[in-house]
């Protein structure tokens, strides 16, 4: 589940860019393979910008949890 949020933002981002760019290519009648994937990762970067904090912070709550509770498991 853990993965699931982490992954949640950046795959949001990239379905409503590529649903964007589409939509543009379609209007447009632009077909070019270029057209669509540069935007397509200017927004996976600019994604990664925004919520690469608040992932890293997810991340240690996580790591910390998963060895302060590790006794429980090495019974």
Do not use: H, K, N
Request: avoid cysteine; charge should be positive.
């Amino acid at each position: 589940m853990q993965t699931f949020w982490l992954a949640l933002p950046l795959l949001l981002i990239g379905f409503v860019a590529g649903a964007a760019i589409s939509l543009i290519q379609a209007v447009t009648s632009i077909q070019d393979s270029a057209f669509g994937a540069v935007p397509r990762l200017a927004a996976f970067l600019g994604g990664l910008f925004v919520f690469l904090p608040w992932m890293l912070t997810r991340l240690m709550e996580y790591t910390i949890f998963l060895f302060g509770d590790l006794s429980r498991y090495a019974r």
